[in-house]
């Protein structure tokens, strides 16, 4: 298994992490578009269920409007806590701070 960049543990066989791998390998590109356009359509999905956040337009990058979205209603049960703008706005709410 060739993963991009990065180990990945646990993996169900032999693999190994290729530095820039979707510009050296081409499964490894294949599997990147295959990844981004799946991600894509979720967040569209998502888009219906949560039509607040706007995920069918930023796709799950940070956008001004969408750090706007977390400040005015805090995360939806569909945001990775472990992101940086959704982990810094759940401090900046529990502190009584909005976003700016």
Not at 3 to 22: F, I, N, R, Y
Not at 41 to 60: C, I, N, S, T
Request: proline share 6%; aromatic share 8%.
């Amino acid at each position: 298994i060739l993963t991009d960049g990065s180990p990945v543990p646990g993996l169900p066989a032999p693999s190994l992490a290729v530095w820039k791998g979707d510009q050296v390998a081409a499964c490894v590109a294949a599997a990147s578009i295959v990844a981004k356009v799946t991600r894509d359509r979720m967040m569209v999905e998502l888009d219906g269920q949560f039509p607040a956040y706007g995920f069918a337009e930023h796709k799950g990058y940070t956008t001004r409007a969408h750090r706007l979205a977390l400040g005015t209603h805090g995360p939806c049960s569909h945001h990775r806590y472990s992101f940086v703008t959704v982990a810094r706005e759940m401090g900046e709410n529990e502190m009584g701070a909005g976003v700016a």
